[in-house]
């Protein structure tokens, strides 16, 4: 019987292990913490509103740069708990099978009216994501301006509000805007469902940790260390982004010495000690 992991990993992309940014692993002590972690025989697993091509795209190859092993336990639950894979060996790209739950799925219609409103009058600051299997997101343009781009923001979610309410889908759909996307997505979706899948997929291959650090930059990401500490795991939470303020858990709360360190620089003050405990 394989041996019981020493931790497990459970971490927001877009701000802990990403720069917001430049929107890649910016930090290379991430990766090589994350994957000496990994190798180790820990997961690690990516609970993100990102797409599977992302993380395929921009997180793995930074991890298959600094060393990570075909075999080692690494996950993604994408697009809130709407798609997920595990590593593959036998992929040439390492990721295996992509599932979705079709229940979560925004109507193709809604898609394509996003797309066309984009296309016409925010260009200049967003772009639709097309990799999105179940959701939809809207995202900031790489190096446009933020305050232009929040301003635009504002004006996009109220167009993309109004369609909702006049086709009817605010019971079932809700948006959910952050600091460089708005993302339309199924009411069912969260960092909740996330860890519940992320559970699901270690499940399948071995044993559970029982230890969990959970990393996030905004209050919602709370939800996924509250998931597991109400299944009665040990779990303590990293906030990268404090200054949103610090709710409240019947769990520890992490954050940087100094709350000026924020985002990925955050994350990478902890992995280090997250690595020696790891072994």
Same mark, same amino acid.
């Given at each position: 019987?394989?041996?019981?992991?020493?931790?497990?990993?459970?971490?927001?992309?877009?701000?802990?292990?990403?720069?917001?940014?430049?929107?890649?692993v910016a930090i290379p002590s991430?990766?090589? *913490?994350?994957? =000496?972690? !990994?190798?180790?025989?820990?997961?690690?697993?990516?609970?993100?509103? @990102?797409? $599977?091509?992302? %993380?395929?795209?921009?997180?793995?190859?930074?991890?298959?740069?600094?060393?990570?092993?075909?075999?080692?336990?690494?996950?993604?639950?994408?697009?809130?708990?709407?798609?997920?894979?595990?590593?593959?060996?036998?992929?040439?790209?390492?990721?295996?099978?992509?599932?979705?739950?079709?229940?979560?799925?925004?109507?193709?219609?809604?898609?394509?009216?996003?797309?066309?409103?984009?296309?016409?009058?925010?260009?200049?600051?967003?772009?639709?994501?097309?990799?999105?299997?179940?959701?939809?997101?809207?995202?900031?343009?790489?190096?446009?301006?933020?305050?232009?781009?929040?301003?635009?923001?504002?004006?996009? *979610?109220?167009? =993309?509000? !109004?369609?909702?309410?006049?086709?009817?889908?605010?019971?079932?759909? @809700?948006? $959910?805007?952050? %600091?460089?996307?708005?993302?339309?997505?199924?009411?069912?979706?969260?960092?909740?469902?996330?860890?519940?899948?992320?559970?699901?997929?270690?499940?399948?291959?071995?044993?559970?940790?029982?230890?969990?650090?959970?990393?996030?930059?905004?209050?919602?990401?709370?939800?996924?260390?509250?998931?597991?500490?109400?299944?009665?795991?040990?779990?303590?939470?990293?906030?990268?982004?404090?200054?949103?303020?610090?709710?409240?858990?019947?769990?520890?709360?992490?954050?940087?010495?100094?709350?000026?360190?924020?985002?990925?620089?955050?994350?990478?003050?902890?992995?280090?000690?997250?690595?020696?405990?790891?072994?």
């Open positions: 019987m394989s041996e019981t992991p020493r931790l497990g990993l459970l971490l927001d992309v877009d701000g802990p292990i990403a720069s917001p940014i430049t929107r890649t991430i990766a090589d *913490d994350l994957v =000496a972690i !990994a190798n180790a025989g820990n997961p690690v697993v990516f609970n993100t509103g @990102r797409s $599977d091509a992302f %993380i395929r795209d921009v997180v793995i190859p930074a991890l298959v740069d600094a060393g990570l092993e075909a075999t080692a336990p690494v996950h993604a639950v994408c697009e809130k708990g709407g798609s997920w894979f595990s590593l593959d060996p036998a992929a040439a790209d390492l990721v295996g099978t992509v599932q979705t739950d079709p229940r979560l799925q925004t109507p193709a219609e809604f898609g394509d009216f996003v797309r066309a409103i984009v296309t016409e009058r925010y260009r200049d600051l967003m772009f639709f994501d097309e990799t999105k299997l179940t959701m939809i997101s809207v995202e900031q343009n790489v190096g446009s301006d933020s305050a232009a781009y929040r301003e635009a923001q504002t004006r996009f *979610d109220a167009e =993309a509000l !109004a369609y909702m309410e006049q086709h009817g889908l605010t019971t079932d759909f @809700r948006i $959910d805007p952050t %600091i460089i996307s708005t993302d339309i997505e199924h009411r069912e979706t969260g960092k909740d469902l996330g860890a519940r899948r992320a559970l699901e997929l270690i499940s399948a291959h071995g044993p559970l940790p029982r230890r969990w650090y959970t990393a996030g930059d905004s209050r919602s990401d709370y939800a996924m260390a509250d998931a597991l500490h109400e299944l009665g795991y040990e779990v303590e939470h990293l906030d990268v982004r404090p200054l949103d303020g610090v709710p409240a858990t019947p769990y520890p709360v992490l954050r940087a010495a100094d709350d000026a360190v924020i985002h990925d620089e955050a994350t990478a003050e902890f992995l280090g000690v997250w690595r020696a405990e790891a072994h």
